[in-house]
């Protein structure tokens, strides 16, 4: 365990920015999800809701969970009006100790960063994803080094080969596990260059 992500960090973090997020929806709901029927999704450690938003507006009933008050207050408030074809419940919980009433059809999460070690957190949301459902992983690649607010200390990169070995190949068939690189705008409007590990996996 490690206190580094808790919750005063993530208020913190929040609370330092001002306005709504300048960065889209990320890439990946595009190319992993758009063939999937909508249905029930959990988007774990939604902080801003681009992506729960996303979600919501293809036709998704999202459960979207963050451990910091003033990002599910600020996400709440900036996205409940594009939600139109689906709809999103914010909720205010830590990921380490919540769990959802039943499995869901997706579980997504994008750079969520706990206070458990990533890869134990990606296998427990993992549990959450029901049978023939999906997961759909987002993270910073172990050898993303790109400095200042995207630079990330050891314990919250993510490791191909790590998180394809949480997933048991008797219950999981991995459909994506790739490393792709983008160029963002940061707050700042300086371009960063950003190398995430992605992976979906469908649920046998």
């Not at 729960?52 to 998704?60: F, I, M, P, S, Y």
């Not at 139109?84 to 997706?106: F, I, K, R």
């Not at 690189?181 to 940061?186: G, P, T």
Request: cysteine-free; charged content about 20%; glycine content about 6%.
């Amino acid at each position: 365990m490690t206190d580094e992500f808790d919750k005063n960090y993530w208020e913190a973090r929040w609370a330092s920015t001002h306005g709504p997020s300048s960065l889209p929806p990320h890439p990946a709901l595009n190319t992993e999800l758009t063939d999937l029927r909508p249905g029930t999704v959990i988007d774990a450690g939604s902080g801003e809701g681009a992506e729960a938003a996303w979600l919501a507006v293809h036709g998704w009933a999202v459960t979207a969970v963050d451990i910091s008050p003033h990002a599910v207050t600020r996400a709440s408030a900036s996205t409940t009006s594009n939600a139109e074809g689906g709809s999103v419940t914010w909720v205010e919980a830590d990921l380490t100790e919540w769990e959802p009433d039943q499995q869901v059809d997706l579980v997504t999460t994008f750079y969520a960063h706990p206070t458990m070690p990533q890869h134990a957190f990606y296998q427990r949301i993992s549990e959450w994803v029901a049978p023939r459902g999906t997961l759909l992983i987002v993270g910073h690649h172990h050898d993303d080094r790109s400095g200042g607010s995207h630079g990330h200390p050891e314990n919250a990169l993510a490791r191909i080969e790590q998180v394809r070995d949480l997933l048991d190949p008797s219950d999981w068939v991995v459909h994506t596990a790739e490393i792709r690189e983008r160029i963002v705008a940061s707050r700042g409007d300086a371009l960063v260059t950003l190398r995430d590990v992605i992976i979906q996996a469908r649920r046998t």
